[in-house]
């Protein structure tokens, strides 16, 4: 069962921040907040990912709260081009033969002239 | 840099053939190994996993099953394929210590008629 809650859409308009949110109430100290996103059904493509700071790079900056229950991608200046579907995912890896990524349903994000 | 290729990127097979889906990663040793299924208009569901070779963590009851051979190959399989089969199929890595990013290939979409 998937360990985080989207929003199943939102709009954005072109050049506007676009903020994600993401629920993940139970999740556990020793695990790691992924962001992807997937295009056409083409293989999902990494956004970020963090464990208690907040993160930045070139795509995106991800903001975890303290209590770590929940955390927002932002997309500082939207395009077009980043219409796709979000995925906001927890990474179980509680032993050795245990680590995998379990998606959720993700936030499909239509940005908008 | 490491690589991941996936084949063959589109079959159509008919009810009740074999199933045969390659997955090789160079550029890197002893990665953790994933496949998923997207049926159509739907999410990403882990099928299995592998964190060894000769290791296979299953996620879901089915028809298909997976090997690894070789450290950077995985293979999905089927002995006798169900219309319910169809959907696109996406093999990951990663490098296998948590906190590092998961790759995905590009995918082979699958038609059972």
């Known amino acids: 069962d998937a360990k985080t809650t989207q929003p199943p859409s939102m709009d954005c308009a072109e050049g506007r921040a676009a903020n994600l949110p993401c629920n993940h109430s139970?999740?556990?100290?020793?695990?790691?907040v992924y962001w992807y996103r997937q295009i056409h059904s083409q293989g999902p493509q990494y956004i970020i990912h963090?464990?208690?700071n907040n993160e930045t790079n070139e795509m995106a900056s991800l903001i975890i709260t303290e209590d770590r229950k929940s955390s927002t991608l932002i997309l500082p200046h939207a395009t077009l081009r980043d219409t796709a579907v979000y995925y906001c995912?927890?990474?179980?890896?509680?032993?050795?033969?245990?680590?995998?990524?379990?998606f959720g349903t993700g936030t499909r994000l239509q940005v908008f002239p | 840099s490491q690589t991941i290729h996936q084949w063959p990127a589109t079959l159509v097979q008919p009810v009740g053939s074999p199933l045969s889906l390659e997955c090789t990663v160079e550029?890197?040793?002893?990665?953790?190994l994933y496949w998923y299924r997207q049926a159509a208009g739907r999410g990403l569901q882990l099928l299995f996993y592998?964190?060894?070779?000769?290791?296979i963590s299953s996620e879901v009851p089915q028809n298909l099953s997976a090997s690894r051979p070789q450290d950077r190959q995985f293979i999905l399989s089927s002995k006798k394929l169900l219309l319910s089969d169809s959907g696109f199929y996406l093999c990951?890595?990663?490098?296998?210590?948590?906190?590092?990013?998961?790759?995905f290939g590009e995918g082979s979409w699958l038609t059972v008629v």
């Open positions: 963090g464990l208690k």
């Open positions: 995912i927890v990474r179980v890896a509680s032993g050795y033969n245990t680590d995998k990524l379990i």
């Open positions: 550029g890197t040793s002893n990665p953790n």
């Open positions: 990951a890595w990663s490098p296998g210590f948590p906190g590092n990013t998961i790759y």
């Open positions: 592998s964190v060894g070779i000769g290791q």
């Open positions: 139970t999740i556990s100290g020793n695990e790691y």
